[in-house]
């Protein structure tokens, strides 16, 4: 009984976590759908064309977890996963992908963890994206929690290669 009660515990908790990153992808997805709605009333233009999100799936992050080595628990995903949480955002022009990362950053209540850059320093194989994992608040009836959510931005001819690329790859 007592190894049940401690998996129904872990389910409960995995369950829990899967709700706050899905929390903080609506809550950047808000933050970005206003940045864009600003923008197009000031510029009459929009910034990005699609915002695509999603969770990863328990399968990918236990294999993820597995192939690194860490250990396979909700606190392992919270502290070595930083892609449960995953938005695209594609831009028309590459200038609207750094006006909308730095006006993202600029908001008090969001974190930056990290920032890659493969649109200045592209991967060897042609890969172009700005990366940023942020850490993001939701605000939960037990209070605020920051949670981690990672951020590609990429123009349309960026994101058809990647994608092509990835067919390619898998």
């Avoid at 919270?78 to 995953?86: F, K, M, P, Q, S």
């Avoid at 920032?115 to 605000?139: A, C, E, M, T, W």
């Amino acid at each position: 009984i007592q190894k049940q009660t401690k998996k129904l515990k872990e389910a409960q908790s995995f369950s829990q976590l899967m709700f706050e990153y899905r929390a903080a992808i609506m809550e950047v997805e808000t933050k970005l759908q206003v940045l864009n709605s600003e923008f197009s009333e000031e510029f009459k233009r929009n910034p990005f064309e699609s915002i695509k999100s999603r969770l990863k799936s328990p399968e990918s992050i236990y294999e993820k977890l597995e192939r690194r080595g860490f250990p396979i628990s909700v606190d392992s995903i919270r502290e070595n996963l930083t892609d449960v949480a995953g938005l695209r955002v594609i831009c028309s022009f590459p200038d609207d992908i750094y006006r909308l990362a730095e006006l993202l950053l600029k908001q008090d209540d969001i974190l930056l963890f990290r920032k890659k850059d493969y649109i200045q320093f592209p991967k060897p194989n042609g890969y172009r994206s700005l990366h940023l994992i942020l850490h993001v608040p939701i605000f939960l009836a037990s209070g605020k929690k920051y949670v981690k959510v990672e951020v590609h931005f990429r123009t349309i001819a960026m994101d058809f290669w990647a994608s092509l690329e990835h067919k390619l790859q898998y």
